[in-house]
């Protein structure tokens, strides 16, 4: 479910007519809905009401300041993998027990801002980082908080650049090796591990991957208990998946109702980290068709976005619906809808079966807000677009659009070159 309807023929956000937002903004465009956001927020913590988790929104999933705090404000918590990240969650007011960090790569000084600002716990995700942490705080004269991330070697069935949790990838600690770690807890006088976390994968559309990992987690926290290991929290990661095409994802009730009999089992706090669900549905890219170019084989529609301002479909061969913002015609065309960059990745749509377009037109690639605006860049120098959140009638610039200025801002040319020499 989304706030993005057509009404009259015209693509609308909440209140707001798209095609008025790109002629005061400008194009290519982010623009994201306010309810939608908060909406499947409060879905989430209501299907979960009965354990009252502590919802930590995955930043890298989109992390711009508003949606952030329009996040924190509604009383979410943070999931972080950088002190980038980190500095973003203080600049919202993030509460620090509200905020857990992961990452196979936490670098000592992340480390260390992290635990001077007393998050709620680090995700740990190898040994040599736990005897890290462990020898940071030991300076720092603090006691840490950590739990150990495990990698119950479990298959998400998603694509295999985002699967997290099976024994092959790079991350987590496998149950033996965990069970050691936690056997010789003595030996980080500077540590508290205090819980356990899984995060099996991304865009996961079924539950099943869920309830077996699960499964052995509450078994493993049992032999635990039994042991007198004692845990406090058990963090079950993000990864629920969303509507792009003609997937059938789980709905927030649908997980809850088959996992927390599981969850209750284990009779720790819950926390989880969702990203995409939370933003995912709630931003499109609005893109200007500039040419159309019909060659011996294919018609392409060439637009004025990129895979700079949109790598899914490049990376992942995302599959994203492509919607005109104004439908004038009901005749269709199959069509390769692509970007101005020098790549043949530079693509949003192959194939695809539309209605016709002109040029000068405007599209909106649906389903953008997650994973969209935070994987961009500056490739082929070019600007990133703005953002803008919708909330009813009322349009907020949550990010300006960048300018030739900040593409070279950081840029130095050393004083020799600038010498005239023949
Ligand atoms: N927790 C951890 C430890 C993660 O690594 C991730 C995502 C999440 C939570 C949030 O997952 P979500 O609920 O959003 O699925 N760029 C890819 C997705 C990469 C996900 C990386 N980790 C894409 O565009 O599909």
Request: overall charge positive.
């Amino acid at each position: 479910m989304h706030e993005f309807r057509y009404k009259r023929n015209y693509l609308y956000c909440e209140d707001l007519k798209v095609i008025d937002l790109v002629k005061k903004f400008g194009s290519p465009l982010y623009v994201y809905s306010y309810k939608t956001i908060l909406d499947h927020y409060l879905k989430l913590k209501s299907a979960f009401k009965e354990i009252d988790p502590i919802i930590c929104y995955s930043v890298k999933a989109n992390s711009n300041l508003a949606i952030l705090k329009l996040l924190v404000k509604e009383g979410a918590g943070l999931d972080i993998v950088s002190g980038g990240e980190l500095f973003r969650a203080i600049k919202v007011g993030c509460p620090a027990e509200r905020i857990v960090y992961a990452s196979v790569g936490k670098t000592d000084k992340e480390i260390e801002e992290a635990i001077k600002r007393r998050i709620l716990f680090f995700n740990v995700e190898s040994l040599s980082e736990l005897e890290n942490i462990n020898r940071i705080s030991q300076i720092l004269n603090r006691i840490t908080n950590v739990a150990i991330r495990i990698n119950p070697d479990v298959e998400p069935k998603t694509h295999k650049f985002i699967t997290t949790g099976k024994i092959t990838n790079k991350f987590g600690i496998d149950f033996e090796s965990a069970y050691k770690i936690l056997n010789m807890h003595k030996r980080f006088a500077y540590l508290n591990i205090c819980g356990l976390h899984i995060h099996i994968g991304s865009q996961i559309t079924e539950t099943t991957p869920y309830i077996y990992a699960i499964s052995k987690m509450v078994k493993f926290i049992q032999k635990l208990k039994k042991e007198a290991i004692n845990l406090k929290y058990l963090n079950i990661g993000g990864g629920l998946g969303i509507i792009y095409d003609k997937e059938k994802p789980q709905t927030a009730k649908e997980f809850a109702d088959k996992i927390l009999p599981l969850l209750k089992r284990t009779g720790l706090k819950i926390i989880m980290e969702p990203g995409r669900f939370i933003v995912g549905n709630a931003g499109i890219l609005v893109t200007k068709v500039l040419y159309i170019k019909s060659t011996l084989k294919k018609k392409f529609i060439i637009v004025d976005s990129g895979m700079n301002d949109l790598i899914r479909p490049a990376l992942y061969d995302a599959y994203h619906k492509i919607l005109p913002l104004h439908i004038t015609d009901s005749k269709l065309s199959k069509v390769d809808i692509v970007g101005p960059i020098c790549e043949s990745a530079d693509f949003f749509a192959k194939d695809r079966v539309m209605p016709e377009v002109k040029e000068a037109d405007f599209l909106a690639i649906m389903g953008t807000g997650a994973y969209g605006f935070s994987m961009s860049s500056n490739y082929n120098s070019r600007p990133r677009p703005a953002e803008v959140l919708v909330k009813k009638n009322r349009v907020y610039l949550i990010r300006e659009r960048e300018k030739y200025n900040d593409l070279i801002d950081k840029e130095i040319v050393p004083g020799f070159l600038k010498r005239w020499r023949r």
